[in-house]
């Protein structure tokens, strides 16, 4: 079953099956594979590819021309837990870290990207990454941690 509810899409939008969508904006010309669940407030550029069985969360924004591999999880918050003071924690207790990820950049599949990280204009991170800090436009970096390998041009 798919959920599609409160959005804004741009002209020649292509939705994959079994997608779920609320609450977001997804810009022209932007392709969203099969089981992608984009989360309210997240928004996505033109132009770009969400690979299937990615997970954008609220608080994500994608720019133009980004590339987002199969299996990619964005994280927004970097406290995670179920409880607080022996509660189950809610919406109160949580703080929703922003990530950016710049023009023309590309994410590699299964990679992890952490809350309040920013991906700079046309860097590529390599599959299986875990982004746990920025990283510089034009610059290719992967493993866990993300680390620099090279500029791209």
């Known amino acids: ?22 609450g977001c904006s997804i810009g022209n010309m932007t392709k969203v ?67 950016l990820v710049c023009s023309g950049a590309s994410i590699g599949s299964n990679s992890t990207i952490l809350g309040g990280i920013t991906i700079g204009q046309g860097a590529i991170i390599g599959a299986g990454s875990v982004v746990t800090k920025d990283v510089e436009p034009y610059t290719v970096v992967y493993g866990n941690p993300a680390r620099f390998a090279h500029k791209v041009y």
């Open 33 to 99: 594979g099969a089981f992608v669940e984009i989360q309210a407030g997240a928004t996505i550029g033109s132009y770009c590819k969400i690979s299937s069985h990615s997970f954008l969360c609220e608080g994500v924004t994608i720019e133009d021309e980004v590339f987002i591999g199969h299996h990619v999880v964005f994280v927004n918050d970097n406290h995670p837990a179920a409880t607080k003071r022996g509660k189950l924690k809610t919406k109160e207790d949580w703080v929703c870290s922003k990530t």
């Open 1 to 22: 079953m798919e959920t599609i509810k409160d959005i804004s899409l741009g002209k020649d939008v292509y939705l994959g099956p079994y997608v779920n969508l609320y």
